[in-house]
């Protein structure tokens, strides 16, 4: 890659590569304030978001074992003719949010009341299944944001990160090389200009 841009060293050309390498270093500034918020964020979600991860695991597991006993106790063809018709245990909405420019999904999740059921053929542990299950979804709508968020953190952290270093290891020093190289030039042919009106001078 060329160390300079291809520019002719002239007064204008040096007020233009000037005025662009300011704007260039303004926008690494705030480059870098962005990306050391996104890394805040990133981290703050991380904590989110293992904390969820465990929560579901345990869920997971109790809700999985009260099914089990559910199916042991009443069978699975009763299992599923006790759960057809009932409606939904949760409410779920999604909105649009933006954090440092960054979108992703806002899940509101609330429990509704567990609709009753007849009371034959069924067991107890069918309504503590439904119950855990129930939890389980609260948990898992969570999470599911939490992730969502994180990896698109991620993904912007790393692409401000490329950014910044772009500007601060290629770009930049470019625009630097070349205002350097036209004020060398430009003074060049100022002495050149001196030196031949001395000449002039002493010639008359």
Do not use: C
Request: net charge positive; glycine share 4%; aromatic share 6%.
């Amino acid at each position: 890659m060329k160390s300079r841009l291809p520019v002719p060293p002239t007064k204008n050309s040096l007020l233009h590569v000037s005025r662009q390498a300011r704007f260039l270093e303004q926008g690494q500034t705030m480059l870098e304030k962005k990306r050391d918020l996104l890394t805040r964020l990133v981290y703050d979600r991380l904590g989110q978001y293992r904390q969820l991860r465990a929560q579901t695991v345990a869920e997971l597991a109790e809700a999985y074992r009260w099914l089990g006993i559910v199916h042991m106790r009443m069978g699975g063809q009763m299992l599923r003719q006790a759960a057809v018709g009932l409606k939904p245990a949760v409410s779920i909405k999604i909105l649009a949010r933006s954090s440092v420019g960054v979108e992703y999904p806002s899940v509101t999740v609330e429990p509704l009341p567990l609709q009753p059921v007849g009371l034959m053929w069924t067991d107890p542990s069918f309504d503590e299944a439904r119950l855990r299950l129930q939890r389980l979804t609260l948990t898992l709508a969570r999470l599911g944001e939490a992730e969502n968020a994180l990896w698109r953190l991620l993904a912007a952290s790393r692409k401000t990160r490329m950014r910044v270093n772009a500007l601060k290891h290629n770009i930049i020093p470019r625009y630097r090389a070349t205002v350097h190289y036209i004020r060398a030039m430009l003074e060049e042919d100022e002495r050149n200009t001196l030196f031949q009106v001395k000449r002039l001078a002493e010639r008359s």
